[in-house]
Structure formats: C-alpha cells, structure tokens
C-alpha cells in the first residue's frame, strides 16, 4: 500500500513569556491549555494579522523598499488604554519598531504602513500592549476637568512621566521635557488646569510617541517575510525566439538560414533602445527528431522544418546543452554579455519535458512514465496526444530527478541567467517548485522565477506562495473596462502580498479576439495598460508590426513562430506595416521616469461615464523619503474601433498630491507632451489609430 | 522596565512524510525550506481548511453528534484525478474517515459533512490525495470510446483494480467484485465496449468509494476540535433572584421578610413546569454595606435595603461564602438536590469584583490598585465611579489571584453547580480566563461557562475562543426582521464553530424600548424568536407578567431588583396582570419535541413581501441515522402594534423533506393547533395580542 499521511501539528511549541516579568500573569503555568489545543491568547490579544501567507506557513513578501500594511486585531479588557506595534527583525535579528494606529476602534483595527531595506529573510509581528501614559491622559484629563480626584490624578501623572524616564531609554533632551512636565504637575501652587497642560503638552506626547512607555507586551507569532530584488516586482520584458533573429530565408534554395547567438545579439541594442530591463529567450536547447511538428503544429514535418523548440533534447544533448545551430557556449556567454553591457538582463525559458531523443530517455528512463506495454507515456490530454513530448513524472524517482534538474538550472544560472520563464508549471508537482526554489535560493537569492501559470486560481497561487516571484495572469482575456478594474484591484490587494503578476498582450502562444480584430489601436491600448497598470509586462516580438493574424479557430498567431523561422526584416521598411517601436519606447520611458509605475500595491480606479474608459492613477508606492513618488493618470479608451468622449469623476484626495476635491492640477500627457489644467472633472475625447491617442499618461503635478 | 516580548514562531516543527514511501517525494529533504521560511506543501496540496479558529491556535468546537462542514481547497498539477479525505481523530487516536466532494472543481473546493459522537479533544485534518482508479475511469472511457489505446487501457484499468485489492483492506464481497471486473477488462474475446463498462460500473464505483485506492496521501496540519457536550449549545435559561422567591412584604412594619433557598425551592416545580432546563442565581454570596447602594441604584441606601448582590463580600465572607440571610450550606445543596430532582441545573454567578467589606480588601490587598494616596481605587469609568466597588487588578499577583478564583469555582462546583454566568467578563484579561476554563475542564470537562459580555465584537470573539462555551448577544437590540436575519446568519455561519450565542428578550440589567413599548405582543414576539432562532435562549423572571416599565432614561426596568425584593405573587390571581406562562411552556415543548430547534447551523431564511415578517426554517441538524431530524417553519410578525398581513416566499427544497418547488405540504402550527396545506406562496397575517398570535411555528410535514 503506497498511501501513507503525515500531520505536521499546527500548533508550533508554546513560549509562554519570560517568568517575573512584573504585572503579567508570567508566573501561571499555560501548560494546561495545550490540553484544550489552545495556544495562549497573550495579556493583550494580538489577533488576526495581516498580510500573511497560509497562517504564516509559507512567507509574506515584498521587494526592496515597497511599501505595504500590516494590520492587526489589538484590544484589551476594560477601558485602559491599549496600543500597538508592529516589529520588523531585519536578516541580522535587528529589530525596527513602527508604531501603529487604530482605524477602527469598534473592531479594535490597528494599521500601519512598512517596508525593508534590504533583501533576505525577515520576519515581523505585531505587538499589542497597555499604554499607561494614554490611559492617564485620557483618565487625567476627563477627571481633573470634572474635579474629581484632581490632586491625586495629577500626583499619578507625575508618576507615569517617572517611569516613562526609569523604563525607557530616551535622549537627554526628551528626558528633560519629561521631567520639566513632572515638576510642572507637581507645582501645587499653580492651577490645576496649567498642571494637568504640562503633563499633556504636544510636547510630552511627542517625547512618549518616539519612545513608548509599553506595559505588558505581548506578541503575535513571528511571520516570515521574504524580501527580494525590486526586479522581482518590476521590469519590462521582450521575448525573442533567438533562431529568428537574423534568420534568413534563400529565395534560390527555398531554405533557411539560422539565426544565432551572434546574429540574435545584433538585436539586443534595439531592444534595449526601446527600454526594456529583460531580453527573454525560448529555449535554446538540441530539438528533437522523433515525431517532430512541422509549420502550425502540423504531425509531419518537413527535411528542413526546425521543430518546436519545447521538444527539447537529440543526441547533442538536453536541457543544459545548446542547439548547435545556434551556436557554443562562448557564443552563449557573449550574448548574456553583449545583453548586460545593454542594460538587459537575460531570461531563459524552462520547459522540463522531453523529446523522445533526450539523453534522459536511455539514461534515465526511470524518469518517464512506463506503460503497460513497456512504452514511454506521451504527453496527453485524453484522448489527444502529443507525440513529440514526453513528459518527466517526478513520483518515480523524485530525488534523483530534482537532483538532475538542480544540476541544469545550474549550468545556466552560471553561465549569467539569473531569470527563469518556467513553461507550464501546473503540469508539475507544486512540492517540486517549492524545493528547487528554495534550494536555489540559498546560494543565489538573485534569481528571479516567471510561471507561465495559465491555469486555476488556485494553482497560480500556490505557485507564487512556494517561491515563484512573479506570474503570468489573465490579463490577455481581461478586455473590459470594469472586467480590468476588478482583475487588478484583485491582484494589488488580495494576493499582492505573494503574488506578483506580470501582463502580456500576446505571447507565442496568445493572440486573443481582441487583438486579432482590434489593430493597431488594439496594440497601442493593451501594452499601455499593461506597462501601467502593473510593474512588470512583456512584449512578444513583432508585436511592434501589429502581428495580427491568427490561425483559423485558434487564439494563436497563424504560422506559430513555435515551428518556424521569422524573419522580420527590422529597420527595412515594409509598405503598409506598422512601427509601434517609438510607442513601445516612450511607455517605458514613462515608466522609468516615473516611480509610481514600478510599484503595484499603489494603484487607484477613478470613474468615468462612458462605460469604455478606464481610469486609474497610481502614487508613490516606496522606499521611504518621499523622493521617489510621483503621480501618473491613465485614461484610456478601450475601444480600438471608435473615437469615444466621456466625463471623468476623478478621485482628487487619492491622486496623493495634497490635492483637495475642488483643486485644480496639471496634467502633462507623456504620450503627446501636451500640457491641460484639469479639475475633478474634466471632459476627454480618445479615439483609435496611432496618433490619435487611445490612451493619456497624464503625469500630475500640483499646478 | 516591564516591558517584554514573547515571540513564539508560528512554524511548526516540520514533520516531512516518512521516508521510503513509495511515489513521493519523501527522499527529498525538505530542510530547505525552513530557510525561507516555506512549510512543505505537499505532494497535493491542501490549503484553507476550514472550520478553524486562529489558524489552529484554539480549538474548533461543536457538541456531540452536532453536524459541521468541513472544507478544503485540494488540488493537483495535470489532469490526473485529485480527491480528498476528512480524517476525525478521537480522544483514544482512533481515526474515522470521512470523504468529501468537490462542489467547485474551478476552485477545487471539497467540503463535507461530519459529526464527533462524543465528548473530548479530538482534532481533524483533511487528507488530499491522488486517484488512479479516478484517473483510470475517466481516461479509459474517453480513450476507449475514440479507439487509441483501446487493449492497453483495458489492461491498465486491470492493473489498478489488482492494486486496489492489493493494497487496501476491503471485504471478501468486494474483493470478489473487484476480482470478477479484472477478468472482465482481461476478456479480450469480448467488445472493448463491455470490457469497459465491467471496469466502471457501478458496482465497482461503490467498492472504490467504499475505501478508495488513495495515492501520495497529503495531509493538512492537524487542527484541534472539542467537543462539549449538548447543554453547550442547547438549553432554555430561567433567571431568578433567590432572596426575592418567598420574600414577603409586611405591610405593618413597612419592612420586607427575604427569600431563602429555602422558599426559592419552592419556586422550582414552577420553572421545571414550564419546561425550562436550568435556573440561573444571581450571586448569592454575602453583601458589603460600605457605600451600599439604595433603591434604583442610589447612593445612599436606607438601613433596609437588602444592596446588590453584585457588591460582593462582607464579614460574612466573599466569593466562597454564602449570604446568610439566604440559608447555610446544607440549604444550598437541597436547592441544588431539589432544582435536579425536577430535571434543572443550577447556574451561578461569577462576579469577580468586591464590595470594600470583602475578606479580599483586608486579607489581599494586593489583589487591588493601590492609589498615589495609598487607597485602593474604586471601580470607574472616567470620570464616574461606582464607590460600592472594587475590580481585582489581575496584573499585580496573578498568580495568586488565578488560584483564588479557582479555588472559589470549585467550592460552587464541590456543590453541585456546573454552569457559571460570567458577569462582565470583558473587564477582566481574556488569558485570566483561557487558563480558568481549562483548568477547570482538566477535571470538570462538563462545566459550561456563560459570557455576560455586551461589548464589542472582537473580544466577545475572543471570550469564546478562549473558552466560553456561550456568550450572551446583540439579540436585545435587533429587532426588525433585517436586523435579526443578518445578525443570525452570522452567528449561525461565520462564529458557529467557536461561538454559540443565547438569546435573552431582557434581562435584569436590560429593558430596550421594544419592549418598553411594544407591550405582550413585544413579549410574545421576543420570547418566541429567542426560543426557535437560536437554541440557547432565557428569560428573567417576570417577563411572564410584562414587567414593561423602565427606569426614565434607561433601558432598564424601572425599581431594578439589583437592589430590592420584589415578592411577584405567584399563582395569585392580580386583576390585569398578564401570563405568558403558558405561552413559555409552548415554547419550550416545542423545542424538546422537535429536535431542529436544538441546533443552531441548521436555519435557513425564507422571504416575505411585508418587511415586518421574519421567515426562517430550522431542519435536522445532529446526529447521523436522520433519525432526530425534523423541520420547523417560524413566521413572526415583529410588529407589536398592528396586525398585519403579507404572501411568504418558501424555498421548499430548503425545507429539507424532499420537498420541490411544486409542492404543497401540511403545516401544523404548535402555537394553535391549527394546521393548513401550504405550497411555496402562502398568505398569513398575524397580529399582536395574546390569542392572536404573532407568530406561527410550524411544524412541517409532507402532505
């Protein structure tokens, strides 16, 4: 019998808090109330925080400097003051203490805002506590004024302020306030009304804030928080099949000639030129021969058809070799170079399945499934079968096959790739990518894994909860303006604290109805809302010719880059084709210039009375001085066949300016350069066709 | 500086699946992980079990034979056949299985319906795990019936069968079964067609489901579940003030003779009679006269007021002691024998606050807050104070405190008392009271704990987390039908595993203008909705009478009995004075005789056209054989001052009898005996008035 089952208890081991610590019931034993499978509530119930990951199972994250909440439940018995804290412990077991404020005293609701500093392993809690300064002040204040108890309220003032000297490191200077206020509340010869002032000067409380008097703290459990690289978060990609570029097509023979790494490289100054950070690459390994697919995915393919570069693996090797064609490993190492010098990080493709001439299948045959008959499985989605694939099944030899795949990640992430595009990676176990994640990370933290996750919800996010740091999404299929509003608002609260998602138009694979029949207004549109509306997007290349043709009954490109060479004849101009370079780049441009568009969690949606725009502003959204926040408005116009107008109800308050509902800004479109003065609810009028806008990127300034 | 820190990890001890399993990746460590702070997910991953409380920190609870959903999001990468298990572990480790099924395969969510049979910690988890036959029936007929792969699936449907008796434990009927459709799928001189279906029958199907051939078992963390026993969640409460039960007014000495146990037993066949399950005491314990409170809470009490029972403690004694006005001991315990004999159980209050005549003041003054001037501070709610008062400081010596207060419940307990009314429990630490109740339940699981906590909901939340076994609620204060159907499905949904409410119309503390205003209909109206909403509910004494009148500006009766006798001439015939005994005794029989009105997750809201009407239907609900299960209907009219009239909207499959929307069936109402045949849209009209009923509860039959 193969089952077995495993019961991690969730209760982790109690720590009851440090003995003699006077005024809290240290010195009772908890022990009995694991008998009950309860876990102690604390002196004061910290409960219920957020963000969390699974009840802390698995790490909240962040990149470098974003902003996020952390909110709590803290309440306590009674009408004493209460207070709370949340406690950030950087990778060092340094401890940064942000106070916390209540936003919603019925529900006992605590929030505040937070970010770290730098990369590695975190963790935060909250920290829930009596405040005996805020419960004198309140008491204080409403006794002395009703005349009851005054001599000794303001006797008790001078005693809090004591101790908030006594218990509490603090500067002289604070020290000083401190003790010119207890004189003050002692001063019997003045009136009460100027005592009890001192003890509740602005000045005093601003001494108590910076340094609180914390009386019975108690703490939630410690969450992991996993900080990474802002490229995590952030980045512009381009998607290149590398044989293509620089493919060249012999009208004589009627055959190709290959591109390579050497002719592919010729490409990155161009790719970089528009401004994209990641230049990524569909694999680049030996294509097998069994069952090769011919052009569009046809079952037979031609002497001269190159095959699908996902059927990975001939006799010159598998996933950690090269397509000789392509060219060797200097080659390969000159591209990554060439690519850096550009500015352009180097991401590759994983697709972990077989061609039925990978090396694996004689020397590992134990890595495939074996039939009944002794034949190795297809890939298959009954009844349909994919001949060309075999598919890896890890429950075979699990250990020997993570083993195996560490090694070829290896082999790449030494070669200068640090940017995994994981292919399909619900088709493999969710365990498997939580390990080979993690084991990675431990000597390079750096790299950075893409799940084209085209799948259930669950699934995408529980890819992104085992250490995926970034997924493709919905985003193709999300066309509407309230279908858009509510994906996004989605993906920057609920799930933005594991899961980061990244917006392409099209890829190899996705040409949806929209941008089949929209055009090039459809193509202006959808990469504008993906480059803003989101930190990280990706472009497919030609998406720059508005490649628009799809194979009949297919939301495909017709003649799938997949099966065949492209030659695409950059910098040639080609009669009545489209050059969407100059929109690409000034997106990007926008989104360097920018820093509110390189952060997620920070987005907006204004109203508009035409159903067909959407509207969204997004603001600061990290790091910690302010110098990096800026506010950009998107307007756009979803309709790629009509000139649309409509009136916008904008949301000034949440433009973040200081702007106020009846001010007036300045909105400057980077699209066009032109420059209006707008109030709360200006009238636009965006229509199709490049050069007449779609879409304004409106950067706001106080006007 | 008293400040400190607990930071208990959340991470539990990471327990990875036994090595050596077959098909897992168990050979796989799993050390990583920890590093960043990942727990193992699983072969399947399991997430979001519900119903849990604080992510398994306290225990889920129910009472016996009570049933609850248990869900899970269960999935797997591929298209293979994921299914899962609800393991219930009992207080001897036996475990019990339960299967689930996926009620959205979009979100992989599975749920099913469980029950615990007896009293004690138990815990469950949910089992994932992969399902070969499930694979096998569907991938075989899909493939089958297109002709690919026809014999090999045939002979793999065979191999999983062999599996299926190989390795699990099944009868010898089964195995038959199992072994016939293996030689079936191998007949090869037969159509694929019917070797085929000898593989899927159904008879084979209910082998499988029976007990399934599971693969790679993953299992959630395991979460703690305490099962209490029915009184928990289920019970009508009468509430009295024993020195008022016999005491007698002399109208020629102007001066009042108390109630005793004594006469109070007398008072017991009446209660037992009208069909309640417990009498609840207001404290009986010895009264301070420091700052005694006179009549309607006072401030100077006349030489006769007999004071608060709530100031507790005198030269008499505190806590422990009994005031002896009421009786001695041995008076004690036959109230207690007698309340038994006539099938009642006794609930006290616990009101841990003293008078400062209490033992308490002198014997441990560091129970309380000490002042600047060296006395100890009243109870307050600044700037008001309650001089006849002292609260315990449970910071300054728990550890004495908790001994003593426990030493004081078991002195109740020793005589014969297992229910406590908690007074205000929410003015003392939430952790006081999670170490009180289970160290109590170590030797008295059977103590049922009551919160008088009329506060904000995130620490009456917290009260029953940590323990209580009921809480009292906001019922008082709703009172249009809205208000009470949002409010209930609540507590019957989002709080039902850990919170079980009691309905109170009033209370001595609480009289709300409904009931100043809305006269006998009020009355009949509040009990009736208390009694069928929820299945723990009670009254004051004296409600039978419509004690109405308030105290000016309060929401309190008028002459409060906190602070008086009151001799209620029972059994006297009083010109104009109400009975609504009769009307209580309804209640109640219909709560014993239709064990629907016994449980509280099993209400289901129906529509009315008037907003005055309340709809709800209460059905089944414990137990397993079906036996117990019943359905009852309520409409209320909550409109104490017109009749009124409106067409019902029932969702008769929601009824729970078979019923379809075209039925008709027969309702027979427990109020009057009357009884119709009703389909989905019946006219009522009810009215206000005794003998005109308010309400109808139906108890509901198929015609």
Same sequence: chains 1, 2.
Avoid: C
Avoid at 5 to 34: F, H
Avoid at 581 to 603: E, K, V
């Amino acid at each position: 019998m193969t089952e077995h089952s495993t019961t991690p208890s969730v209760l982790p081991d109690v720590q009851p808090a440090p003995a003699g610590a006077a005024g809290t019931s240290d010195a009772v034993s908890t022990s009995v109330l694991t008998v009950f499978g309860q876990q102690p509530i604390g002196r004061i119930p910290v409960l219920d925080v957020q963000p969390i990951v699974d009840a802390g199972a698995r790490p909240t994250r962040a990149v470098v400097n974003e902003l996020f909440n952390v909110s709590a439940t803290v309440f306590r018995e009674g009408h004493d003051a209460v207070n709370a804290t949340v406690v950030l412990v950087d990778p060092d077991d340094a401890e940064h203490q942000v106070a916390m404020r209540q936003d919603n005293p019925g529900l006992g609701h605590w929030t505040t805002t937070v970010f770290a500093d730098r990369e590695g392993m975190w963790s935060f809690r909250v920290e829930g506590w009596s405040d005996p300064y805020g419960t004198w002040r309140h008491d204080g204040t409403v006794k002395i004024e009703a005349g009851v108890d005054v001599e000794l309220m303001l006797e008790e003032g001078a005693r809090v302020l004591e101790r908030a000297i006594d218990e509490v490191d603090r500067p002289p200077r604070h020290v000083a306030i401190l003790t010119d206020a207890i004189t003050r509340l002692r001063a019997s010869a003045h009136p009460a009304w100027e005592r009890l002032a001192a003890g509740i000067s602005d000045e005093v409380q601003e001494v108590l804030a910076a340094a609180p008097l914390r009386e019975y703290v108690s703490a939630s459990p410690s969450y992991p928080l996993w900080i990474e690289r802002q490229r995590a978060l952030t980045g512009a990609w381009y998607e290149i099949f590398p044989r293509s570029e620089g493919a060249i097509f012999n009208w004589e023979t009627g055959l190709w000639q290959t591109g390579t790494f050497a002719s592919a490289a010729e490409r990155l100054p161009a790719i970089a030129g528009m401004g994209f950070d990641i230049v990524y690459l569909t694999p680049v390994h030996p294509i097998g021969s069994t069952n090769r697919k011919g052009r569009n995915n046809t079952l037979n393919a031609g002497d001269h058809d190159p095959g699908s570069p996902y059927a990975i693996g001939s006799a010159d090797g598998g996933h950690d070799a090269l397509h000789p064609q392509l060219g060797g490993w200097d080659d390969f190492d000159t591209f990554v170079a060439r690519a850096q010098a550009q500015g352009l990080e180097v991401a590759l493709d994983l697709a972990l399945q077989a061609s039925p001439d990978h090396p694996w299948v004689t020397e590992h045959p134990e890595f495939f499934t074996t039939r009944a008959d002794g034949s190795i499985a297809y890939a298959e989605n009954p009844p349909k079968k994919y001949q060309d694939i075999y598919p890896v099944n890890f429950d075979n030899t699990p250990a020997a096959i993570y083993a195996k795949v560490r090694e070829v990640v290896q082999v790449w992430i030494d070669h200068g790739v640090k940017i995994f595009r994981v292919d399909n990676p619900h088709t493999k176990p969710v365990e498997f990518w939580q390990w080979l994640i993690a084991d990675v990370a431990v000597d390079h933290p750096e790299v950075i894994w893409l799940a084209e996750a085209f799948t259930k919800p669950m699934m995408m996010r529980a890819l992104a909860k085992v250490g995926f740091q970034q997924s493709y999404t919905y985003y193709a299929w999300r066309n509407t303006a309230a279908e858009l509003r509510e994906y996004v608002e989605e993906l920057s609260t609920q799930t933005a604290h594991y899961m980061r998602p990244n917006f392409w138009p099209t890829t190899h694979d996705i040409l949806t109805p929209y941008m089949q029949t929209g055009g090039t207004a459809a193509h202006l549109i959808r990469s504008a809302l993906a480059a803003t509306l989101v930190p990280s997007y990706g472009i497919y290349t030609g998406y720059e010719h508005v490649e628009w043709r799809n194979r009949p009954g297919a939301e495909e490109h017709l003649d799938n880059e997949k099966y065949e060479f492209k030659d695409r004849r950059w910098g040639q101009h080609v009669p009545g084709r489209e050059d969407l370079s100059g929109w690409l780049t000034m997106l990007n441009r926008a989104r360097r210039d920018h820093p509110s568009l390189q952060w997620l969690r920070n987005i907006t949606f204004h109203e508009a009375e035409n159903d067909n725009f959407l509207v969204f502003s997004k603001h600061g959204g990290g790091a910690h001085d302010g110098s990096d926040r800026d506010t950009v408005l998107v307007v756009a116009n979803l309709d790629p066949h009509h000139v649309r107008g409509t009136r916008l109800h904008l949301h000034l308050p949440a433009l973040g300016l200081g702007l106020d509902w009846d001010h007036r800004f300045r909105a400057r479109d980077l699209v066009t350069g032109n420059s209006w003065v707008w109030d709360r609810a200006p009238y636009v009028r965006l229509g199709p066709g490049y050069g007449q806008e779609p879409v304004h990127i409106i950067h706001v300034t106080r006007d």
